[in-house]
């Protein structure tokens, strides 16, 4: 099954991503990953998208359409995957129908924008491996060290709360439209977000069976 997920940053996208995958046995597609691990690298495409990320913007379609095309040629996609944080513009969803990538469902995560802001502050990366932690809802066993990796947890920089505010109207503006892009093809359902993680996990799961 080829999934799309869909929501606002920080509606827990990622979080229900791995619980996909772990249900499902298929890998996840992070373009927002692939672009950090590329600017930590510092890869040619990682300074380009550098400058964009920090302020809360989208990186061009062209990168982003470019390293998505690469990943999803990969063995370990065949059997199916799930996209989170791309499609993130029209031109992106285009991309993919012009690609000929089939894409089954696509399901959008919906929290409201003040619980998000909410969210945003408590969250902490792994430096590492990129795992993702919450200092209330997913705290790491010891305080500030990744469970997975031991390497340092820290804010992301553009968790920082301005640069929150820019990414939701960033969302509202070129992301949010894909929701009828996909409803006129009949692929889109919403998933609740709910205050409990299972909660959402269940609703998530439900909704890619039905
Ligand atoms: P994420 O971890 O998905 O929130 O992505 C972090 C940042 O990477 C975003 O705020 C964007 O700057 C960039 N990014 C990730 N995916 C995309 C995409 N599909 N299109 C454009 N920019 C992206």
């Given at each position: 099954m080829n999934l799309i997920l869909l929501g606002a940053?920080?509606?827990g996208k990622g979080t229900q991503a791995e619980v996909i995958c772990n249900a499902l046995k298929i890998p996840t597609i992070s373009t927002g990953n692939m672009l950090r691990a590329a600017v930590k690298d510092g890869t040619e495409y990682g300074l380009k998208a550098k400058a964009a990320m920090d302020a809360g913007d989208l990186v061009s379609d062209d990168i982003v359409i470019g390293i998505l095309k690469d990943r999803i040629a990969?063995?370990?996609?065949k059997g199916g995957f799930i996209l989170d944080g791309f499609p993130r513009t029209v031109p992106q969803a285009e991309a993919l129908d012009t690609m000929g990538v089939r894409i089954d469902k696509v399901v959008e995560i919906h929290v409201a924008d003040e619980t998000i802001q909410r969210r945003l502050s408590g969250r902490r990366v792994c430096e590492g491996c990129g795992n993702s932690y919450h200092i209330d809802f997913k705290p790491t066993k010891v305080e500030g060290i990744c469970d997975a990796c031991g390497a340092k947890t820290v804010i992301r920089k553009d968790d920082e709360p301005a640069t929150v505010i820019d990414r939701l109207k960033t969302y509202h503006e070129k992301t949010a439209p894909l929701k009828d892009y996909y409803a006129k093809q009949g692929k889109l359902v919403t998933v609740e977000g709910q205050e409990e993680v299972a909660e959402t996990s269940k609703l998530t799961l439900k909704a890619i069976e039905g």
């Open positions: 940053p920080g509606a990969q063995d370990d996609c």
